[in-house]
Antibody
Framework: QITLKESGPTLVKPTQTLTLTCTFSGFSLTTRGVGVGWIRQPPGKALEWLALIYWDDDKRYSPSLKNRLTISKDTSKNQVVLTMTNMDPVDTATYYC???????????WGQGTTVTVSS | DIQMTQSPSTLSASIGDRVTITCRASQSISSWLAWYQQKPGKAPNLLIYKASTLESGVPSRFSGSGSGTEFTLTISSLQPDDFATYYCQQYNSFSPWTFGQGTKVEIK
């Protein structure tokens, strides 16, 4: 059974860097075709895809946020880490990580973690 | 970037209705399209991938079709559990992934 869980601060100040960790089980991020993605959702708004890391360490980023995002993996710990620099109140959202299947879609999602950006 | 446009934004329907949601891509994505259902306060749930493949465990009243730039999600007979927001998402491996803006299915 695949599970993922997001962790990180619930409150960050403007200009600070956010670091979120996705801890997963039930799959290996060394298996060909597998990936872990990050998605966020501001309150009352649509889903926004942020970043994806593949089993071979290939990384993809949202063009609009590329300069602020870094995604990395630690296969020994079964973790994927997302950092977002220069946080702003508009970055207030629920942040999800999700498992990317070999077929390409995201079939299992974490419960999400809510991050508020406020001074 | 590939833009995904869903229509309608909101849909009012009754139990038993046939419901269709459309998603258009700004350029061809072949069949690299997924549909998700999201209920308030919950993570999205995968319904359909590769435009028309039903995810395991998803009721057969859900179906997807299309390729290239135009796609549809159909619920053949709307059930009480189906009132939710639905998102399409393209996952063309050569482009950043993007979601549609969502379609909220409400009770009429």
């Amino acid at each position: 059974q695949i599970t993922l869980k997001e962790s990180g601060p619930t409150l960050v100040k403007p200009t600070q860097t956010l670091t979120l960790t996705c801890t997963f089980s039930g799959f290996s991020l060394t298996t060909r075709g597998v990936g872990v993605g990050w998605i966020r959702q501001p309150p009352g708004k649509a889903l926004e895809w942020l970043a994806l890391i593949y089993w071979d360490d290939d990384k993809r980023y949202s063009p609009s946020l590329k300069n602020r995002l870094t995604i990395s993996k630690d296969t020994s710990k079964n973790q994927v880490v997302l950092t977002m620099t220069n946080m702003d109140p508009v970055d207030t959202a629920t942040y999800y990580c999700a498992h990317r299947t070999t077929a390409g879609a995201m079939d299992v999602w974490g419960q999400g973690t809510t991050v508020t950006v406020s001074s | 970037d590939i833009q995904m446009t869903q229509s309608p934004s909101t849909l009012s329907a009754s139990i038993g209705d046939r419901v269709t949601i459309t998603c258009r891509a700004s350029q061809s994505i072949s069949s690299w399209l997924a549909w998700y259902q999201q209920k308030p306060g919950k993570a999205p749930n995968l319904l359909i991938y590769k435009a028309s493949t039903l995810e395991s465990g998803v009721p057969s009243r859900f179906s997807g079709s299309g390729s290239g730039t135009e796609f549809t999600l159909t619920i053949s007979s709307l059930q009480p559990d189906d009132f939710a927001t639905y998102y399409c998402q393209q996952y063309n491996s050569f482009s950043p992934w993007t979601f549609g803006q969502g379609t909220k299915v409400e009770i009429k």
